[in-house]
């Protein structure tokens, strides 16, 4: 990273750290920086930032920085880190609130984590559509928008063999409830 | 004892096993599961990550469907038992979410849900009633329990200790196993990042299946489907790219109650298994 001026990016970004701390609900101001987050993470070895980096720069105000990280894409939500900080800040819900606002800001995102929040994508549309998850639809779209066609073809075959493949998806009776609620959520987002 | 039972999208695809063996040992040990007419997915790690209200409304519509039937939830799959349990408590304590949450589903929820794991509804019966039922104790089944992260943590919906849960253990020491003190019980298995980046859920999985081994083990024992796909399925996978030789089936807990309890493997989907579960079950008496 290279050198910041600190003073004028707290004063600039007031507005992160407050919204951060109100819409995760987590106190982020309170973190003494001890590391124990870091020390458990399970994921901190492919990350750009460590957990308890993320939290310092969102202390900070850093807010292109966070949003733009792969760190907050890589959290696995374990919440290992929620249960051990002594300050009693939930890092994992301040995870899921940075990849929320890094989708909102639409931040272009590059390498684990477009891959990431491409799988979360083909995930929900599925769900979008038939009210419950299509793994083998998934499974397609992802590989078709990732351009590698036969990715986990040899996992697909193992599990066709063993009758854990679905080839048509389970549709809710009433499945439109549920494209439904994905709208009203992105008007609601939109707005804010 | 009578629950409305959520049984989780891949109830009749990679986690059928789960499914199959939830439903047998609750019928044989008189826990009555009522299916939600038109559950819908409770959106999982996609669901919360991309946006806050998404997850608790996916999870807040099957909410409503429970409260109509008049009965308390329970979830056999780690990822939904979390994310209907969170966003119970969320609506529970949070009047002006809860008021968003059901314009936004159009199906309101109004509080009046407990939502279990089936780990907690099958623990509940209590050991008398459990011994009672048993046929072949599970001797010779050394076992470590897994629990991954899901059920554990955070704490408003811990089903037991985050660092060293014994509520399994508990459940297999019953019906006759003998279970292990290891260090992985809790530890992550990357869960939800195995299609992206898979790479990493095999370091973890990996790591979690050499502490399984050096604990001398014959088997695993789970309660998510996560963990359960990631362990028996990439297994041979592991075995192939960091030149290892595991062997170690991964029973879901309900699958071994099952046995004990006169199951036959066929009523209890045992032979869907990646990694070849007969020669353990043949240890069992
Ligand atoms: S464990 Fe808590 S207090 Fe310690 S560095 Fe992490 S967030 Fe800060
Ligand atoms: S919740 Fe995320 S940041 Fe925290 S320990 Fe788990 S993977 Fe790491």
């Known amino acids: 990273m290279p050198a910041i001026n600190l003073t004028s990016n707290v004063k600039d970004n007031l507005d992160f750290i407050m919204h951060v701390s109100k819409e995760s609900g987590q106190p982020v101001q309170h973190c003494y920086q001890c590391g124990k987050c870091t020390a458990g993470c399970p994921v901190a070895f492919a990350m750009d930032y460590p957990p308890n980096r993320i939290i310092r720069m969102v202390q900070l105000g850093l807010k292109e920085h966070v949003l733009k990280s792969q760190a907050i894409w890589l959290c696995a939500y374990c919440s290992t880190c929620t249960s051990r900080c002594p300050r009693n800040v939930n890092l994992a819900r301040v995870m899921d609130c940075l990849r929320g606002m890094a989708r909102r800001e639409g931040i272009q995102l590059e390498g684990r984590a477009k891959k990431i929040a491409l799988f979360y994508d083909c995930f929900l549309d599925t769900v979008k559509r038939n009210g419950k998850l299509y793994e083998l639809g998934m499974m397609l779209n992802y590989n078709l928008k990732t351009g590698h066609f036969f990715k986990d073809a040899g996992t697909g075959l193992a599990m066709f063999t063993k009758g854990k493949i679905k080839l048509i998806p389970t549709k809710n009776e009433n499945y439109k409830d549920l494209a439904q609620i994905f709208e009203r959520i992105e008007e609601m987002e939109e707005k804010c | 004892m009578k629950y409305a039972y959520f049984p989780g999208c891949c109830d009749h695809t990679s986690a059928k096993e789960y499914d199959i063996s939830t439903r047998a040992v609750c019928k044989n040990l008189g826990i009555e599961l009522i299916d939600i007419p038109d559950w819908s997915c409770c959106g999982s790690t996609p669901g919360h990550s991309t946006s806050h209200l998404l997850g608790v409304a996916l999870s807040a519509r099957n909410l409503a469907l429970v409260e109509e039937m008049g009965l308390d939830c329970t979830a056999s799959c780690a990822a939904c038992y979390q994310r209907l349990a969170l966003a119970n408590m969320e609506m529970k304590n949070d009047m002006k979410l809860c008021e968003k949450i059901n314009c936004i589903t159009g199906k309101p ?177």
Request: charged fraction near 25%; proline fraction near 5%.
């Open chain 2, 109 to 285: 929820y109004h509080g009046g849900v407990k939502v279990k794991s089936i780990v907690e509804v099958v623990a509940e019966l209590g050991p008398e009633q459990i011994t009672a039922r048993v046929l072949k104790p599970l001797e010779n089944l050394k076992m470590a329990v897994y629990y991954g992260c899901l059920m554990v943590r955070p704490k408003e919906i811990q089903v037991d200790d985050p660092e060293n849960p014994q509520i399994i253990d508990k459940l297999m020491r019953t019906v006759g196993g003998e279970v292990v003190d290891w260090s992985y019980k809790t530890e992550c298995c990357g869960g939800g990042l195995a299609i992206s980046n898979e790479d990493i859920v095999l370091r973890l999985t990996n790591k979690i299946l050499k502490e399984a081994v050096d604990a001398g083990v014959n088997c695993i024992v789970t309660a998510c489907p996560l963990c359960h796909f990631n362990l028996d399925m990439r297994q041979k996978k592991i075995n192939k790219i960091f030149g290892t030789n595991y062997h170690l089936p991964v029973f879901y807990f309900t699958q071994l109650i099952g046995l004990a309890t006169g199951l036959k493997p066929g009523e209890l989907s045992l032979e869907t298994h990646f990694v070849d579960t007969r020669e353990v079950i043949k240890l069992i008496a």
